[in-house]
Nanobody
Framework: VQLVESGGGLVQAGGSLRLSCATSGFTFDDYTIVWFRQAPGKVREGVSCINLSERSTFYADSVKSRFTISSDNAAKTVYLQIISLKPEDTGVYYC??????????????????WGQGTQVTVSS
């Protein structure tokens, strides 16, 4: 199983980014993918999740109006679209995968496979 994030970079506040999580080595539709982020000196935070079987999605309250998770099953890639970026969105963004179906009670729990992360830096 391999997860490779891309799309991060340096962007001004108010801008937008689309992060990608390219996957390989597993049956895409069977899995759940989550995006976490970790800011310097802070605890890792789950931001969004998608069950790839039927594309149900979950979001942290702090990002719900600005982040959109989606998937391209043909490309085996999950995206995280972020608009109206804020300096507090700065951090390393990771995608992770797990076979277990998730709901609103457990979408942050225990993911088996992780990517290496992509840095997002938002300047004010």
């Amino acid at each position: 199983v391999q997860l490779v994030e891309s799309g991060g970079g340096l962007v001004q506040a108010g801008g937008s980014l689309r992060l990608s999580c390219a996957t390989s080595g597993f049956t895409f539709d069977d899995y759940t993918i989550v995006w976490f982020r970790q800011a310097p000196g802070k605890v890792r935070e789950g931001v969004s999740c998608i069950n790839l079987s039927e594309r149900s999605t979950f979001y942290a309250d702090s990002v719900k109006s600005r982040f959109t998770i989606s998937s391209d099953n043909a490309a085996k890639t999950v995206y995280l679209q972020i608009i109206s970026l804020k300096p507090e969105d700065t951090g390393v963004y990771y995608c992770a995968a797990d076979l277990r179906y998730r709901d609103e009670t457990n979408w942050l729990d225990n993911y088996r496979y992780w990517g290496q992360g992509t840095q997002v830096t938002v300047s004010s």
